[in-house]
């Protein structure tokens, strides 16, 4: 596609839920960043991965979140045992270039709201 | 104290005024981003700044490494430029991720 593509725009989970939300990047692109942002609150990093590489998890809150990128394209976030605290919107991004050294094109977002 | 300050966090302004944001940042950096986000909508990246100045239409970003400072101007706005601005750096010597400020929000009126 043209840009970075989010699934599912919006998911309810109940408390105690797995959730998987999915980044396809743009094509080609080497990065790829998921960051969290609660509500009325710049977005937080989660972690980034250079093509297949997990390069940095520093982000990540707890071991219930996990990410994926197997084939270096498309990327999984998953949480497991979702808590109240997890409602947030989860942002994708992707850059051509490694270390972000390039512009950076953003998904929409998935929006999580976990009752 | 957060890495990245923005001000103001609110601005209000009527449409054909000159708007400045500001950034300041406590971290080395080796790129700073500007970022647009709309309500309900994505993120769209505006400037990526390492020096200097860039202009891209009635958008104006600087950079002042020494002070660690950017601002976002603004000419003649429009009621279409109501948004939340984020800044954004890219530490030096780190993996990539961005840090964010926490974003300003402006409304232009009619």
């Known amino acids: 596609g043209a840009g970075v593509s989010q699934s599912p725009r919006y998911k309810v989970a109940k408390r105690g839920q797995d959730v998987a939300l999915r980044c396809d990047p743009i094509?080609?692109?080497?990065?790829l960043f998921w960051y969290q942002q609660a509500l009325g609150q710049g977005p937080e990093f989660l972690t980034y991965?250079?093509?297949?590489?997990?390069?940095?998890k520093s982000g990540l809150p707890s071991d219930r979140f996990f990410a994926e990128r197997p084939e270096g394209s498309v990327s999984t976030l998953k949480i497991q045992r979702t808590q109240q605290e997890d409602s947030a919107v989860y942002l994708c991004?992707?850059?051509?270039?490694?270390?972000?050294?390039?512009?950076?094109?953003f998904g929409e977002g998935s929006r999580l709201t976990v009752l | 104290k957060n890495e990245v300050e923005q001000s103001p966090q609110n601005l209000t302004a009527q449409e054909g005024e000159f708007i400045t944001i500001n950034c300041s940042y406590s971290v080395g950096i080796s790129a700073l981003h500007w970022l647009q986000q709309h309500p309900g909508g994505g993120i769209v990246s505006l400037f990526m700044?390492?020096?200097g100045k860039k202009k891209h239409g009635r958008l104006i970003a600087t950079i002042n490494i020494q002070e660690k400072h950017s601002s976002l101007h603004i000419t003649a706005s429009h009621p279409r430029d109501s948004a939340v601005y984020i800044c954004a750096v890219k530490g030096s010597g780190n993996t990539g991720k961005l840090i964010f400020g926490q974003g300003t929000t402006l409304q232009v009126k009619p």
């Open positions: 991004a992707s850059s051509l270039l490694a270390e972000n050294t390039g512009e950076l094109f």
């Open positions: 991965f250079q093509n297949e590489a997990q390069l940095d």
């Open positions: 094509s080609g692109h080497v990065s």
């Open positions: 700044l390492s020096s």
